[in-house]
C-alpha cells in the first residue's frame, strides 16, 4: 500500500498541551516539515520563549535552548555568532515579541542578524489567561479590556511586521495565516524561504504568522477561524513587507 501522508521527521511524535483548536501544532508542522525538506534537522537550534510555545522544546526534533521571556532573539543572536554553521530560529507569541520582547526583535532586525523568527499572533496573551496583547485589536474583548480595547487610553495594536520592514536590517519579513488550506500553503512556502535565506546567510528573516485561542477569545475553534478571516486579516494584511534577498536585475 502506498503512503500518502505520515509524520514529518522534523517533530517528535508525543501529545502537544496546546488547547482544543488552537494552531500552534499547524505552525509546529510546518516548521518540522521545513527543518525536514531542507535537511537541517540535525543542525538546527530552536529558542523558545515563554509563553504558550514554552514548551516548544518537546516537540522540535532539534537542539532548543529556553529564554527567558521575549529574550529569545538575543540568545538566538549568541547561538548564531557562537555556531555559524547551525541554523538558528525562535519561536514567539506576540505577548511575548511584542511586549516584553520588543527591543529584543528590533534591535536583532536591526542588526541583521542572521536568523529566523517565527511570530505567532493570536492578538492574545494566551498561557496566563487571556489578557490584552499590544496586538489586541481595537473593541477586542480580553480579560484586562472587559469593554472592548479603547485606543484612547490604551493604545492602538501594534503591526509588528510593517514596523520591522522599516529597518534596514531584514532581509525578509511576510504575515501569512493559517485559516485556509490555501492560506497554509503559502505560510509554509514563507517558513521555507526564511530558513533558505538563513542557510544562503542572507540575514534576518521573519515570518509573522495569524493563529487562533479559541480557549481565551470564547469561542468554537470554528468561530475563531471566520473571527480570524472578518477581523485580523483586514487589520493586518497578509504579504510580504519587505524582501532583500531576491537581487534586482
Known amino acids: 500500500m502506498a503512503v500518502v501522508f505520515q509524520p514529518t521527521k522534523g517533530l517528535v511524535d508525543i501529545p502537544t498541551h496546546y488547547c482544543p483548536g488552537c494552531t500552534h501544532g499547524v505552525i509546529h508542522r510546518l516548521v518540522g516539515e521545513v527543518l525536514e525538506e531542507l535537511e537541517v534537522i540535525d543542525k538546527a537550534i530552536g529558542v523558545a520563549p515563554v509563553g504558550c510555545s514554552v514548551l516548544a522544546y518537546d516537540y522540535f526534533a532539534c537542539d532548543m535552548f529556553e529564554a527567558a521571556h521575549g529574550r529569545a532573539p538575543a540568545v538566538a543572536t549568541g547561538v548564531k555568532r557562537v555556531k555559524p554553521d547551525s541554523v538558528v530560529f525562535t519561536y514567539q507569541g506576540d505577548g511575548d515579541l511584542a511586549a516584553i520582547g520588543t527591543a529584543e526583535?528590533?534591535?536583532?532586525?536591526?542588526?541583521?542578524?542572521?536568523?529566523?523568527?517565527?511570530?505567532?499572533?493570536?492578538?492574545?496573551?494566551?498561557?496566563?489567561?487571556?489578557?490584552?496583547?499590544?496586538?489586541?485589536?481595537?473593541?477586542?474583548?480580553?480579560?484586562?479590556?472587559?469593554?472592548?480595547?479603547?485606543?484612547?487610553?490604551?493604545?492602538?495594536?501594534?503591526?509588528?511586521?510593517?514596523?520591522?520592514?522599516?529597518?534596514?536590517?531584514?532581509?525578509?519579513?511576510?504575515?501569512?495565516?493559517?485559516?485556509?488550506?490555501?492560506?497554509?500553503?503559502?505560510?509554509?512556502?514563507?517558513?521555507?524561504?526564511?530558513?533558505?535565506?538563513?542557510?544562503?546567510?542572507?540575514?534576518?528573516?521573519?515570518?509573522?504568522?495569524l493563529s487562533v485561542c479559541p480557549t481565551n477569545w470564547g469561542m468554537s475553534p470554528v468561530e475563531s477561524m471566520t473571527w480570524l478571516k472578518e477581523n485580523m486579516i483586514p487589520y493586518y494584511p497578509l504579504g510580504v513587507k519587505k524582501d532583500t534577498s531576491v537581487e534586482v536585475k
Not at 521555507?192 to 521573519?206: E, L, R, T, V, Y
Open 105 to 209: 526583535i528590533v534591535h536583532a532586525a536591526a542588526r541583521g542578524e542572521n536568523i529566523v523568527t517565527i511570530f505567532v499572533n493570536n492578538c492574545i496573551y494566551g498561557m496566563t489567561g487571556g489578557q490584552m496583547a499590544p496586538t489586541t485589536l481595537p473593541g477586542q474583548v480580553t480579560q484586562t479590556s472587559p469593554y472592548g480595547r479603547d485606543a484612547k487610553t490604551q493604545g492602538n495594536p501594534i503591526r509588528v511586521s510593517e514596523m520591522l520592514a522599516t529597518l534596514d536590517g531584514p532581509c525578509y519579513i511576510e504575515r501569512v495565516s493559517i485559516d485556509t488550506v490555501p492560506n497554509i500553503n503559502k505560510a509554509k512556502k514563507a517558513i521555507k524561504k526564511a530558513f533558505q535565506n538563513q542557510i544562503d546567510g542572507k540575514g534576518f528573516s521573519m515570518v509573522e504568522v
